[in-house]
């Protein structure tokens, strides 16, 4: 399964000369042709978006890639704070991407309490998604502030 993230492409906020010429073409077809609205509109936004302008970004030409990139803010996770902090967490290796922290021991409540384990953990109110395999993620990214109540 794809992330969503990974079909992304960077485009102008405002569509150039020829993303509107193309565009203009893609909707005269679909009216000749009468297709759906939806058929329509899929013509259209492919026609815009193949016309975009070439990505200034130096990796992926315009594709996001979600992990990579240095510009993508991601870090490697022997980096990252062991100290209960929350992160965002990912991998190269699959598409889960979690709020985690680090925690030494199982989580309360856990069956064997006993053991000696550490590892991710979620970061949810019940913490009950726990990653005994250190390199299950390979990258995080820390959180931004929290929102606050100003106007």
Known sequence: MTHPTDALRLVPVEPNH??????DRALANAVRNGGSIFDTTKAIWSAMLAAAPASPLPEGGGQCSGITGELSGWQDISTAPKDGTPLLAGSIHHSDREV?????????GSMDTDAAWEGWVNDGPQKDRFYVNPRYFTHFMPLPAAPTGAK
Not at 18 to 23: C, E, I, K, N, S
Request: glycine share 14%.
């Open 18 to 23: 020829q993303m509107h010429y193309d565009g």
């Open 100 to 108: 985690v922290c680090w925690q030494d021991g199982l989580p309360s």
